[in-house]
T-cell receptor, first 113, second 116 residues
Framework: NAGVMQNPRHLVRRRGQEARLRCSPMKGHSHVYWYRQLPEEGLKFMVYLQKENIIDESGMPKERFSAEFPKEGPSILRIQQVVRGDSAAYFC???????????FGQGTRLTVV | GNSVTQMEGPVTLSEEAFLTINCTYTATGYPSLFWYVQYPGEGLQLLLKATKADDKGSNKGFEATYRKETTSFHLEKGSVQVSDSAVYFCALSDAGGGTSYGKLTFGQGTILTVHP
């Protein structure tokens, strides 16, 4: 039973480009949470999705960021027109339900140059 | 809103020393409390959890007790090993209702380094 898979592990983008981060949840998990970890800080919630629905995006910047979790395929976090301040580690966690254990992927480390 | 405060780090100890990492929280309702560990270049792994007051979570020699009266969930280990070197995060989840939707609120993390 594979764990939560995130790819790529490392992503380098120039300012103004788009970054696309993927998260494949564990088998049987239909709840996905995305978190961002800035250098020297803890993780901060960004968005919570269930299959085909965004449930809570209160932690996601209103502009340039979007997320989806289609019926088939991985969850995608998309950052348009990246800026240096977007450089961070982005983690996703999958769960079978809201009040269940969160399993984290290894993260995508985004560097904007 | 919910918040978690961890003791300032980093923490450096010799092998077999006693470890305490303090964690206090602010939350509405009755949150579940967690400690996660992050090894270099890896994602977070659940270390232990407690879901109600006075519960004690324990795993791999680590333990923490959910203290509602002091809103604390301090992590302890009697004898640390070099392999315990990692970043430790205290977190809470208020999945009981409202609009928190079970998301985790994390402390800022404490870097632990254990020397032989």
């Amino acid at each position: 039973n594979a764990g939560v898979m995130q790819n790529p592990r490392h992503l380098v983008r120039r300012r103004g480009q788009e970054a696309r981060l993927r998260c494949s949840p564990m088998k049987g998990h239909s709840h996905v949470y995305w978190y961002r970890q800035l250098p020297e800080e803890g993780l901060k919630f960004m968005v919570y999705l269930q299959k085909e629905n965004i449930i809570d995006e209160s932690g996601m910047p209103k502009e340039r960021f979007s997320a989806e979790f289609p019926k088939e395929g991985p969850s995608i976090l998309r950052i348009q027109q990246v800026v240096r301040g977007d450089s961070a580690a982005y983690f996703c966690a999958s769960q079978t339900g809201r009040n269940t254990e969160a399993f984290f992927g290894q993260g995508t480390r985004l560097t904007v140059v | 809103g919910n918040s978690v405060t961890q003791m300032e780090g980093p923490v450096t100890l010799s092998e077999e020393a006693f470890l305490t990492i303090n964690c206090t929280y602010t939350a509405t309702g009755y949150p579940s409390l967690f400690w996660y560990v992050q090894y270099p270049g890896e994602g977070l792994q659940l270390l232990l959890k407690a879901t109600k007051a006075d519960d004690k979570g324990s795993n791999k020699g680590f333990e923490a007790t959910y203290r509602k009266e002091t809103t604390s969930f301090h992590l302890e280990k009697g004898s640390v090993q070099v392999s315990d070197s990692a970043v430790y995060f205290c977190a809470l989840s208020d999945a009981g209702g409202g609009t928190s939707y079970g998301k985790l609120t994390f402390g800022q993390g404490t870097i632990l380094t254990v020397h032989p």
